[in-house]
């Protein structure tokens, strides 16, 4: 097949065109700026420049679409550039150039509005309820995207949920450095069961959509390892690979989310740089359960992940020990 991925700077992109050229497909890239991605057509350009994407889909049979503005900073119009209109113009595109598989790549958070999530199933997304800049401006995408679902182009969302692995920049990568400068701090007892996704897993469930869309037609499913932890236990674990000491500091969930809700509003004000050191949306994701029901996944994309955490913490252990990994933003 001749394949179309958007945002393949990013981890997840970078992972999800390797297995492409892998299994023998030609592949097409569309990005902000060169990935110097070996075997691969690149084309520069915003996901939402019409003409650029019509260059890059040109001639192909499916579209995985990664990119998007991720993050818990930025302004409500930058996330709904890329997700929204982003993705408006990548459907339509799509359409136009009778493509007949579109794999959309969404969250987990568009359907949540703060509660914990136990065996949860995959649920509407909303863009109403959902919390924060990026997670309504996905949910948004999602629906636009499964809007176009029909007979001549099959639409499957998936919605991986805390993917990570060696080069990560937005888990991993925040984790250790907040652990190197003594900032790392658990909200509540840290006993909160999460999901999370290896990146391997990840690329492979997109993969097994991109084949099964016709039988996942229409479909939201959530992807993870299937594997709920303690989110204190997976923490340490990401610190212990990297050669640091676990955190000891713990802040009652209370707290941390009146922290976040200052914090956020003394951002904005004082537009100050980078990311605050606490937000709503990150104290309900580190102070509550959110594990998911993966069996229609796996049913319907005929998908197991094949690398556990436990080996995907070996392996991002000696990938710490080889040396540093480059990674760049989708």
Known sequence: MRVLVTGSSSLLGRMLVARLLERGDTVSVLQRQPAHLAGVEEVLGSVADPTAVRRAIAGCDAVVHVAAKVGIVGTWAE???????????????AQEAGVNRFVHVSSPSVAHSGSALIGAEAGPASPKSARGHYAKSKAEAELIALGANSSAMCVVALR????????????????????????LAYVGSGAALIDSTFI???????????????????????????????????????????????????????????????????????????????????????????WFDQRRT?????????????????????????????????
Not at 160 to 183: F, K, M, S
């Open 160 to 183: 991986p949920h805390l993917i990570w692995g060696p080069g990560d920049i937005q888990l991993v990568g925040r984790i250790v450095e907040r652990a190197r400068q003594g900032r």
């Open 200 to 290: 391997d897993n990840a690329a492979g469930a997109l993969i097994a959509a991109i084949g099964r869309a016709g039988s996942a037609a229409g479909e939201a499913l959530i992807v993870s390892n299937g594997e709920p932890r303690p989110i204190g236990e997976l923490v340490d674990s990401i610190v212990i690979a990297h050669g640091l000491t676990p955190p000891r500091l713990r802040v009652p969930r209370p707290f941390a989310f009146a922290g976040g809700w200052i914090a956020e509003r003394l951002w904005r004000a004082l537009r100050l740089d980078g990311e605050p050191p606490m937000t709503t949306f990150l104290a309900e994701q580190l102070g509550t359960a959110h």
């Open 298 to 330: 796996r049913e319907l994309l005929r998908w197991t992940p094949h690398v556990s955490i436990d080996r995907g913490i070996v392996r991002l252990a000696a990938a710490h020990a080889a040396g540093p990994i480059s990674s760049a933003a989708g």
């Open 79 to 93: 996330f709904a550039e890329t997700n929204i209109v982003g993705t408006r113009v990548v459907v339509h595109a």
